[in-house]
């Protein structure tokens, strides 16, 4: 398996084989989550509603991996240049921003039946919804140039710009919602857990980690070979209908 | 507690929207990324 | 024979959708934006439910005067001067360019206006009284700020004005319309007759299609 190339002679796209475990292990960590959140046992408050936190809680714990590890390739790109850090970093914003709001949309719902309310302006869910448009904004900021280069230098800015920010963003908000009363409602985190749902909340947390690299290794293939693409249309000498046009020359003769 | 009171019915229906918006979502995506990496590799293969 | 002028509007507003297909800025950019804006505003002013409740459906329109034209001004719809000269010598019928790009930033702003509302009644917990009516007001406001922002485009077009130019020309003309659209859902809200106010929508549209189509071609001229 190749996550993607570093220097030297790209591999040729014609003879290596598309490797497809990814896809196998991401439907495997799919069946096992489904059948392990089914098979547990529900909770004794919440009952069956408390099958939710195996979807929600993993979605959002690997929402901040993933953009954790876009952070870290930004800077890597930055201090070694090289085009598989800027694929690291770009794979796992994707990832990462479709994450989270998986998190806020499974959140919401979690919300609406548990406590009748879709959204409630606590620390945790402001963060993870400002998160989101700070990495939608890094995606938006990719889309925008054309030049390699040029776009690989700018997101690992970004990228690393986040890094500075997001802390600031973090106490900031925190701190904030200290001075109000936070609203008396059971959050997630600090529902009492019986040992086979924390088996079983770490065993999804598991299976998505695994569906989480599966989905990088394919996402970072993918985008080494749009790079490819990109620059082989670039460096192509297409004739130009120009061409056929020749200058005029002072006396006539061309 | 709004649970609490919640038929067992009607706590299925929040559970399978939940799970169905999360599978349905990664889902699509691994397709979106599998159909355009074949498309890539196309593109590579018949041009270069 | 030269096309109709529907053909030629129709035809303006399927390469516009087009580019904007192409390019994203609208689902990417200008969206996201509007959102960020709808997230900030209860950080500002405190996220007390009562008193979000209260001005959710004034902050909602607000963002979509001030964020929403900058739809109907992206990138994809400025041209540069040769591009503009080129349409001109096509004997492109300017009136039809206008509406033709009209229609492209109704559909874009419609769209907008949804995406949006619904994140608004999510943060605000907006409560959906007289909902029968809110396609129709949608539909209203989109045609008339899309109207205004396409003529303010095109007043400006050419010109070395900043990109928050077209915006500040836009924000106090969009005033009728705001007034009309929170009204309107105040009226809903209150269980209000709000028909008077539907009706100044309906003439504010009225006005900016004759005002655009009877300008289009003198702004030509002039660009």
Known sequence: MTIGTTTGAESDPRQSKPSLWPWYAMGVAGVVTLIASFVVPPDAIQEQLSRILYVHVPAAWLAYLAFSITMLA????????????????????????????????????????????????????????????????????????????????????????????????????????????????????????????????????????????????????????????????????????????????????? | MIFAQMPVAEQWNWVGLAYGVTYITLVVYAASVASRISKARRNLRGES | MTPSFFSQASAITRRDLMRERRSGEVLWVTLPFGAVALLLIPIAIGVDTPTLKDVGVGMFWVVIMLFGVLVAVRRTTTANQAERDMVALTGLDPAASYVGSALANFVLLLAYEVVLGALTVVLYDIEMTGFAWFPLILILVAAG???????????????????????????????????????????????????????????????????????????????
């Open chain 1, 74 to 254: 930004s800077a890597m790109y930055l201090w070694k240049k090289s085009m598989t850090w800027d694929r690291i970093a770009a794979s796992s914003a994707e990832i990462g921003v479709l994450l989270t709001g998986l998190t806020l949309a499974v959140g919401m719902i979690w919300g609406k039946s548990t406590w009748g309310v879709w959204w409630t302006w606590d620390a945790r869910l402001t963060l993870t919804a400002i998160m989101f448009f700070v990495y939608l904004g890094y995606l938006a900021l990719r889309r925008s140039t054309d030049n390699l280069e040029a776009r690989a230098r700018r997101s690992a800015i970004l990228g690393v710009l986040a890094v500075v920010q997001v802390p600031l963003v973090h106490f900031s908000v925190i701190w904030w919602r200290g001075l109000h009363q936070t609203p008396s409602l059971a959050k997630p985190a600090s529902v009492d857990m019986d040992t086979e749902m924390v088996i079983t909340l770490f065993l999804a947390v598991a299976m998505f980690t695994v569906m989480y690299v599966s989905m990088m290794t394919k996402r970072v293939e993918l985008a080494r070979l749009e790079d490819e693409l990109l620059e082989r249309d670039d460096s192509a000498d297409l004739p130009v209908a120009g061409d056929a046009v020749v200058a005029p020359t002072l006396g006539g003769e061309s």
């Open chain 3, 145 to 223: 700020l899309a109207l205004l922002g396409t003529l303010a485009g095109a007043i400006v077009a050419g010109g070395t004005g900043t990109s928050a130019l077209v915006p500040f020309i836009v924000a106090p003309l969009s005033v009728p319309l705001l007034i009309a659209a929170t009204q309107s859902f105040e009226g809903l809200r209150l269980g209000h007759s709000i028909l008077t106010w539907v009706l100044m929508l309906v003439v504010i549209v009225l006005v900016l299609a004759i005002a655009g189509v009877l300008t289009a071609r003198p702004l030509q001229e002039t660009s």
